[in-house]
Structure formats: C-alpha cells, structure tokens
C-alpha cells in the first residue's frame, strides 16, 4: 500500500474489529482512524504507531437513531460532555442485554454459544456475536450445511433485522447525541441502514438540522448502484463524499484506502 493512503473507518478489539497495532504497521498506510463502535478506549494504545510515521485520527461510530430509523456516524476528534460518557456506558449494557437475548436465540436455534464469553470485556456487537459463533466448530460445520462460510453471511442471515435470531436494538438519539458531542459527523455506508432513494429525506435532515457534514459513498457495504446514488446524493445536499472499507479484519486493510487529501478536508473542517 501508499504511505499517502490508509484508512478512515476501521475496528480494534475495543469493539468487534480484529485489527491490532501489527497489523496497521504491517499494511503500509500512513493514516487510520479508530472508529470503535460506541467506545474511544481502544484509541490511546494505537497513538504508539505514530512512532512509526502512521497519522492516527481519533474517533468514534455510534449506533444512532432519527426519524425512527436506526444508523451509524463517525465523529472524526470527538470533543464531548462528561455525561456523554455516561451515555455511551448505559448504552453498552443494553447492547449486553441485546447479545444475551440474541446467544438464546441462537442456543435455541442448536449453535453453541458462551454468554460469559461473548460478554467479557469487549463491546458485544453483532461482529463480537459472530465471532463467538464461529470460535466452534460444531457452530461453523451447522453453518456450512447452509452455505454460510463467513461471518458477514452469518450476520445477514441470523443478526440482522429479520434474521432467525435478530433482536432489535435502538440506537442513541441523534438530538440528544449531537448535544453532548462535538466533531467531524460523517454519516457511515448509508446504503447499509437507509433505503436507497426511499429515505434520502431523512440525510437530508441531518445535513439541515444536525451538522452533517460528509457521507460514506465508495464502501464495501455499497453496491456500484448505490456508490453512484449517494455520490450524486452527496452533491445535491452539499455533504462530502468519504471513501471507507469499515475495516474488521485484516485482510479488509488491503481494499478502499482512502486517499490523504480525505483526511486533509477532514482536518480542515475540523479547525472550522
């Protein structure tokens, strides 16, 4: 990879990521956001790669909720409230409370799960979820015989709304959020959470009322239809389009590296 590319959306383990200070070293890229969901303690121990010349931009993706839809946005050098951490703590026990529910589920559905587990330490996502399903062989050779090799297939299948063992979980209201934190809003792969077209008026909101002030547009979780839409999007509604491979695993790193001149505008709007 080039030292003047890296990434702008990637997970540690500090939530469902995989991804490790060797592995960033190893890649090449000359810049990473830690984009946590919900969480920025994974971030300091990361700041020991600038050491290494790799730029390391705080942030943080939170699970968010406006207009009775659920999704997510990246703070890029969040500044933020006391009680904002307050907040991101209550919402983590209802994420705990949610992978209880969800690991019965899947109990119930003949996977082998470990709530303790899946529950010590990290952030329990639907990518920590998935993790601990397939740490069992019996869970992946049950899930082979449905044509389910991997994790993403996986969340589709069972985690997501709709799924076999999905529960819902509400994200974090963007009103009362964005009153306890500052920073660079970018909102992440809409593609993945908003329907295409359907729901453009609910960005458009966002941008009007909430500070939006870019949008992932080149993502692993978009189609080329919907790369094309939400860049055409963007345009009209005067948001910055991002490129973003929302970087868990390792082998994700080698794929939709951003270029720097991204985290340049980043950090010009960030001085604004």
Request: glycine residues 10%; hydrophobic residues 35%.
């Amino acid at each position: 990879m080039e030292t003047n590319k890296g990434h702008l959306h990637l997970h540690t383990g500090a939530s469902d990521g995989l991804i490790t200070i060797e592995d960033i070293a190893k890649s090449g890229i000359g810049f990473a956001a830690i984009t946590d969901h919900d969480t920025m303690e994974g971030i300091e121990k990361f700041k020991a790669l600038e050491k290494q010349g790799i730029d390391i931009i705080p942030a943080i993706e939170l699970s968010a909720r406006h207009m009775g839809k659920n999704m997510h946005i990246v703070v890029y050098y969040p500044e933020y409230k006391p009680e904002f951490i307050e907040v991101l703590s209550s919402f983590r026990q209802k994420r705990e409370q949610r992978g209880v529910r969800t690991a019965e589920n899947l109990n119930r559905l003949g996977f082998r799960i470990s709530i303790e587990e899946m529950t010590r330490g990290n952030i329990v996502t639907k990518g920590t979820i998935a993790n601990s399903v397939f740490s069992y062989p019996e869970n992946r050779e049950l899930l082979g015989k449905q044509g389910i090799t991997t994790k993403d297939a996986f969340i589709k299948t069972y985690l997501n709304n709709g799924g076999l063992a999905s529960v819902e979980l509400k994200g974090m209201d963007v009103k009362g959020l964005f009153s306890m934190v500052n920073g660079v809003k970018v909102l992440a792969h809409p593609g993945h959470n908003l329907g295409m077209g359907i729901e453009d008026y609910i960005i458009d909101d966002l941008v009007k009322n909430y500070g939006i002030w870019g949008m992932e547009v080149w993502t692993r979780k978009h189609s080329e239809e919907e790369e094309e839409h939400y860049y055409c999007l963007a345009k009209k509604l005067g948001l910055y389009p991002t490129m973003s491979n929302d970087v868990h695993f390792p082998e994700q790193l080698e794929k939709n590296n951003a270029p720097y001149y991204m985290l340049e505008a980043i950090r010009k709007q960030r001085k604004k």
